[in-house]
């Protein structure tokens, strides 16, 4: 089955830079759009950003221009470049794989199937 292991938390500057990372595993067969989510304490599950295999890349507008999701097949990884930070940026972030691709709201989180542990991260 595929399993997904995020890295790269932490805490960072406000306006600073940082990039998460997640390992993924399992037949590439099964997944074809992967995303980052985040959640903070009270608050539903987010969608960030997505790289679907159809649609391409979808972003939150509030974090458009400041963000790259992108992956490196070589690596089995996902990546989630972070620039320009700003506090409401903090939370946990969550990476996760669909086995759909096209999804009709990619920033739902109920259209994935596989997630990480999360990992948390802080601008301060």
């Known amino acids: 089955h595929v399993q997904l292991v995020e890295s790269g938390g932490g805490t960072a500057q406000i306006g600073g830079t940082l990039r998460l990372t997640c390992l993924i595993s399992?037949?590439?067969?099964?997944?074809?759009?992967y995303a980052w989510f985040r959640q903070i304490p009270g608050k539903a599950r987010e969608g960030v950003a997505v790289l679907d295999r159809i649609v391409g890349t979808t972003y939150v507008d509030s974090v458009k221009g400041r963000f790259t999701i992108s992956e490196d097949n070589a690596k089995a990884s996902l990546y989630l470049q972070m620039n320009d930070l700003k506090v409401e940026d903090t939370g946990v972030y969550y990476c996760?794989?669909?086995?759909?691709?096209?999804?009709?709201?990619?920033?739902?989180?109920?259209?994935?199937?596989?997630w990480g542990q999360g990992t948390q991260f802080t601008v301060s």
């Open positions: 996760a794989a669909a086995a759909a691709a096209g999804l009709d709201y990619p920033l739902d989180f109920a259209g994935y199937n596989w």
């Open positions: 399992g037949p590439t067969h099964l997944r074809n759009s």
